[in-house]
């Protein structure tokens, strides 16, 4: 038993190290954590719109820190705290925006070389307003795009939306590339102006069926409304009923439950006796077959008086005796008169 059990101990400690292991890993992936030596530095902006505690930090592209925390300034400013690896080297030089990581307006804390000193940027040091620039206003830019959005589809929504924002942050090719992409979408709208007419044309004729309809519309209307005023009229024997269909389910609940030991118990008994006569078949079904029989002749019986008249012709007990035999043993008995055997 000692060694069941102390098998049992190692192979349960060792299930908890590895799902501890486990969770841990799951925790250092979601929760982005970061376990080697950083150091912290601070960028002012203008406008830190939608930047969050948490954000990443990277340096083309590779991700080197966080944003720690944000402070508004008495100049209306916002000094921002960012962490970096031991290994990145900040100059005076550098230059700090912050860029958009995707479509869904999350943000993200870019550096990158700049026009400067390329003397070492101190620990704790910060980077002034003059060389950081703030996010691209993004609802502005495709607010102005909005009438080319409506005619397009989701794919070639976010196309043009990702060439936009990579123009204007100053990551893609060119803006001309922009152009030549909302010139492909407008001539695809051109290519399928018949489709789009159909489609015009279908929506006449439905309105047209509608419109054909109104009277059979605005009685179905009138029903529901009418429908609609007949219950709230009757809110309160709806709601009498509801709490009652509830008082009695309720008690229902509450009859099962009180009902449940005897009801088990006459399962149980129901069970045994069906063993039992299913043990002796025959015997039930002869009692069975000839007990119309014996009851038609106690009916005759019982014609004299509320009494029965019964003669003794044989006394005999059946007791068990060795291995279970029986053993009948007569007491008395007489063959004469109405026991004479026939």
Same mark, same amino acid.
Do not use: W
């Given at each position: 038993m000692r060694d069941n059990l102390a098998g049992a101990v190692l192979r349960l400690a060792v299930f908890v190290a590895v799902c501890l292991m486990a969770f841990f890993a799951l925790l250092a992936v979601f929760a982005q954590l970061r376990f080697g030596k950083e150091r912290s530095y601070n960028a002012i902006f203008t406008n830190v719109s939608s930047l969050k505690n948490g954000d990443f930090v990277r340096i083309a592209g590779v991700e080197v820190g966080k944003v720690k925390s944000m402070t508004l300034q008495p100049d209306t400013t916002v000094r921002v705290e960012f962490t970096a690896d031991d290994s990145v080297v900040l100059t005076q030089g550098n230059r700090a925006s912050i860029r958009y990581n995707n479509l869904i307006g999350d943000r993200y804390l870019a550096l990158e @070389?700049?026009?400067?000193?390329?003397?070492?940027?101190?620990?704790?040091?910060?980077?002034? !307003?003059?060389?950081?620039?703030?996010?691209?206003?993004?609802? !502005?830019?495709?607010?102005?795009?909005?009438?080319?959005?409506?005619?397009?589809?989701?794919?070639?929504?976010? %196309?043009? $939306?990702?060439?936009?924002?990579?123009?204007?942050?100053?990551?893609?090719?060119?803006?001309? $590339?922009?152009?030549?992409?909302t010139a492909v979408f407008t001539s695809t709208l051109a290519d399928r102006d018949q489709l789009i007419g159909q489609v015009i044309t279908n929506l006449n004729v439905l309105l047209g069926t509608l419109g054909d309809q109104g009277?059979? &519309?605005?009685? !179905?209307?009138?029903?529901?409304?009418?429908?609609?005023?007949?219950? $709230? @009229?009757?809110?309160?024997?709806?709601?009498?009923?509801?709490?009652?269909?509830?008082?009695?389910?309720?008690?229902?609940?509450?009859? &099962?439950?009180? %009902?449940?030991?005897? &009801?088990?118990?006459?399962?149980?008994?129901?069970?045994?006796? !069906?063993? &039992?006569?299913?043990?002796?078949?025959?015997?039930?079904?002869?009692?069975?077959?000839?007990?119309?029989?014996? /009851?038609?002749?106690?009916?005759?019986?019982?014609?004299?008086?509320? /009494?029965? $008249?019964? /003669?003794?012709?044989?006394?005999?007990?059946?007791?068990?005796?060795?291995g279970g035999q029986p053993v009948y043993i007569k007491v008395a008995g007489q063959s004469s008169g109405r026991c004479t055997p026939k």
């Amino acid at each position: 038993m000692r060694d069941n059990l102390a098998g049992a101990v190692l192979r349960l400690a060792v299930f908890v190290a590895v799902c501890l292991m486990a969770f841990f890993a799951l925790l250092a992936v979601f929760a982005q954590l970061r376990f080697g030596k950083e150091r912290s530095y601070n960028a002012i902006f203008t406008n830190v719109s939608s930047l969050k505690n948490g954000d990443f930090v990277r340096i083309a592209g590779v991700e080197v820190g966080k944003v720690k925390s944000m402070t508004l300034q008495p100049d209306t400013t916002v000094r921002v705290e960012f962490t970096a690896d031991d290994s990145v080297v900040l100059t005076q030089g550098n230059r700090a925006s912050i860029r958009y990581n995707n479509l869904i307006g999350d943000r993200y804390l870019a550096l990158e @070389e700049g026009a400067g000193s390329p003397a070492k940027l101190l620990v704790g040091g910060t980077i002034p !307003a003059t060389r950081t620039s703030p996010a691209l206003d993004l609802d !502005a830019l495709v607010g102005g795009f909005r009438p080319l959005f409506q005619a397009l589809n989701p794919d070639q929504i976010n %196309a043009l $939306s990702g060439q936009l924002i990579q123009a204007f942050q100053g990551e893609g090719a060119t803006i001309g $590339s922009v152009l030549s992409q909302t010139a492909v979408f407008t001539s695809t709208l051109a290519d399928r102006d018949q489709l789009i007419g159909q489609v015009i044309t279908n929506l006449n004729v439905l309105l047209g069926t509608l419109g054909d309809q109104g009277g059979k &519309l605005g009685k !179905a209307v009138d029903s529901l409304a009418q429908l609609i005023h007949g219950l $709230s @009229e009757r809110k309160v024997d709806i709601s009498n009923s509801v709490a009652y269909s509830n008082a009695a389910s309720r008690s229902v609940a509450d009859l &099962l439950s009180a %009902a449940r030991q005897p &009801l088990q118990k006459v399962v149980h008994e129901t069970d045994r006796t !069906a063993a &039992l006569v299913m043990a002796d078949h025959d015997y039930v079904d002869n009692v069975l077959a000839t007990m119309p029989d014996d /009851y038609r002749a106690l009916s005759r019986l019982g014609l004299y008086g509320d /009494y029965f $008249s019964f /003669y003794l012709c044989d006394l005999i007990l059946k007791v068990n005796g060795k291995g279970g035999q029986p053993v009948y043993i007569k007491v008395a008995g007489q063959s004469s008169g109405r026991c004479t055997p026939k």
